[in-house]
């Protein structure tokens, strides 16, 4: 027998509503909702419909991720995932690190290996956050903050991007490659056009 009713996330959506305190947040979700239903009107095809289903839906993942941690203050650190344990920028990235997190920081990296292992290494796993991409040819998590109810993985760069920035209140930018680059110039560009608050980089 099938079972035509609505689910009960859609039949909830107006009693959800009401029940929320803020008025401004309420707005903000209507306009979601808004936004989420003009896709049918403008016949959106089906790549775009996945595109934006899979980056709101990781974006709220990482929201959640971070919420229980946004009254501490958080460094992100980019740098090469190609750094060996035996590079003096390895130890330097340690060091930082474990310094930042004595004075009750958190760090965020991408949780890949080189830099970013360095850096969780001497904040120690309680206090790294992990916000990595999946690729193709990189290996998944490093071992320090792999299976950490604080590390989450994303498909696109620029919701990625958006995390490591969003949550930061300081950077430290160390050598590497073409995605430390692009970490690096982003977070350039968005203090230069004054798309974002002014912070130690």
């Known amino acids: ?38 896709f049918v009107h403008d016949e959106t095809d089906t790549l775009n419909l996945k595109i934006a289903a899979a980056a709101l839906a990781e974006m709220r993942e990482a929201f959640e991720m971070f919420q229980p941690y946004s009254g501490v203050p958080k460094v992100a650190i980019f740098g090469s995932a190609r750094t060996k344990a035996d590079d003096p920028l390895y130890a330097q990235a340690r060091e930082v690190a474990e310094r930042l997190a004595g004075q009750e920081w958190m760090v965020i990296t991408g949780a890949g290996p080189g830099i970013m292992q360095a850096a969780m290494e001497g904040a120690g796993r309680e206090r790294s956050i992990g916000v990595s991409i999946r690729l193709p040819f990189e290996q998944g998590a490093n071992p320090i903050i792999a299976g950490d109810q604080k590390y989450v993985s994303m498909k696109y760069f620029f919701t990625r991007k958006l995390m490591l920035i969003k949550e930061a209140k300081a950077f430290v930018c160390l050598p590497g490659g073409f995605g430390t680059m692009d970490e690096t110039f982003e977070l350039l560009t968005l203090t230069q056009t004054g798309k974002g608050v002014p912070v130690p980089i």
């Open 1 to 38: 027998m099938t079972n035509d009713a609505p689910s009960d996330e859609f039949t909830t959506i107006p009693e959800l509503l009401d029940a929320m305190v803020s008025q401004r947040d309420r707005r903000l979700i209507e306009e979601l909702l808004r936004t989420t239903t003009q």
